[in-house]
């Protein structure tokens, strides 16, 4: 495996791309993708999908745990290109159409510009297409409750505060939770190393997203895979409670 592409568990790869994660899972000649980094990260996206074995081809779903460029960067040309269908928490579904965009503005991001890490991480968020837009046409809520008949049978699970519609995905069979941005363990403009909230300036709502945090330490898991950071080992409980610790 090439550095940027790690297998965490039997079919279950984190794939590091530039300066956020992105997930394949794997069952037979299938595959589901959660998230897909920048816009400027997809040629590492397909070579990911090349690396564990897959293609753009081979996969069933694309899931999105919440619709900032940063994951959802490739979402639009995986569906128009292979018509691979695009889902997402209903609440998020018309903040992938760009409905409206809760993201950190620019001018937000300038005032905090004083903080250690962050002009470097906007100057290269902005070259890989932080800013762009990148809609998708026709994302979809999940197509039912509990878990999804997908590669990794991923059970979605509900963790609003960075977005209005953020979602993890646990992975019961596999002992993994999938975190998005609801619970990281690192990121380029903080100065903590393990599990934590994004600084301040990135979510929607800090208020619910440090009550996700609870919801997160109701789940089963030994592996946690997020947005931003290393992959965590140990039980997703503690991490959980470490980052609401951490935030409070």
């Known amino acids: 495996m090439s550095a940027g592409v790690q297998q965490v568990a039997d079919g ?63 979402a639009e040309y995986l569906r128009s290109a292979y018509g691979t269908p695009v889902y997402l928490h209903e609440a998020e579904v018309p903040h992938a159409r760009r409905e409206f965009l809760h993201q950190v503005s620019v001018g937000t991001v300038l005032k905090n510009g004083w903080r250690p890490g962050v002009l470097p991480w906007a100057v290269h968020a902005i070259r890989v297409g932080g800013t762009a837009h990148v809609p998708v046409t026709s994302p979809q809520p999940f197509p039912a409750e509990g878990a999804l008949d997908l590669p990794g049978r991923p059970v979605p699970v509900h963790t609003p505060g960075h977005t209005d519609g953020h979602c993890a995905f646990h992975l019961p069979d596999r002992g993994v939770v999938i975190s998005g941005d609801g619970l990281v363990s690192g990121h380029p403009t903080s100065r903590v190393k393990g599990p934590q909230l994004l600084p301040d300036m990135f979510h929607h709502e800090r208020a619910r997203a440090v009550a996700s945090l609870d919801v997160f330490a109701q789940l089963e898991g030994e592996v946690l895979l997020p947005g931003h ?15 609401r610790d951490r935030a409070l």
Not at 40 to 62: C, I, K, M
């Open 12 to 74: 279950t790869y984190l794939v590091h791309g530039s300066n956020t994660n992105w997930v394949i899972l794997t069952e037979g000649s299938s595959a589901t993708l959660v998230d897909t980094g920048y816009p400027g990260d997809r040629d590492q996206v397909l070579a990911s999908l090349a690396e564990v074995g897959s293609s753009p081809e081979a996969l069933t779903a694309v899931l999105i745990t919440h619709a900032h460029n940063d994951h959802l960067g490739s």
């Open 229 to 243: 950071g290393p992959v965590y080992r140990g039980p997703v409980r503690e991490a959980a409670l470490q980052a």
